[in-house]
């Protein structure tokens, strides 16, 4: 009711309608009881700079992306990369190894790589992924 008593009607809706509009729901649990948390992105941990060797060889792991979810699983992250270099590099989707796609060579015109870390945790909700901006030198 509201405070002049006159009688409001509500429907059910997902609870992820509300955050989109900055709204708090005034419940706190499923349907069958079990309480709701919102999801929320994970939080990258890894370093947002280092050092690659020279004419390492391609299975050099140059970095590893590391990621917390909070309101998850971390083994169901995934990890990718976009940005400005995100084509000279690969990462694997399950561990966040960062490869060279080819031997860095200090005296040739890459001498850094700046890439972003995505890990996503999978989920249907906004928000899944978070990025990282990181830059490996030469």
């Known amino acids: 009711y509201t405070p002049s008593g006159e009688e409001i009607t509500l429907q059910a809706q997902q609870l992820a309608d ?3 509009f900055n709204l708090t729901p005034i419940v706190d649990s499923h349907l069958d ?3 709701f948390v919102p999801n929320q992105a994970p939080t990258i941990t890894s370093s947002e700079a280092g050092t ?5 060889s391609l299975d050099t792991v140059i970095y590893t992306a590391q990621a917390d979810d909070h309101d998850g699983d971390n ?3 995934k990890y990718s ?5 995100a084509s000279f590099l690969n990462i694997d989707e399950n561990t966040g190894e960062v490869r060279l796609n080819v031997p860095a060579d200090h005296e040739g015109e890459k001498t850094s790589y700046s890439f972003d870390v ?14 990282a901006r990181t830059l490996m030198t030469c």
């Open 33 to 35: 009881g079990s309480s």
């Open 75 to 77: 083994a169901a992250l």
């Open 18 to 20: 509300f955050v989109g």
């Open 52 to 56: 690659v060797v020279e004419n390492a």
């Open 118 to 131: 995505i890990a996503n945790d999978g989920s249907d909700e906004a928000p899944s992924s978070s990025t």
């Open 81 to 85: 990369l976009g940005g400005t270099d």
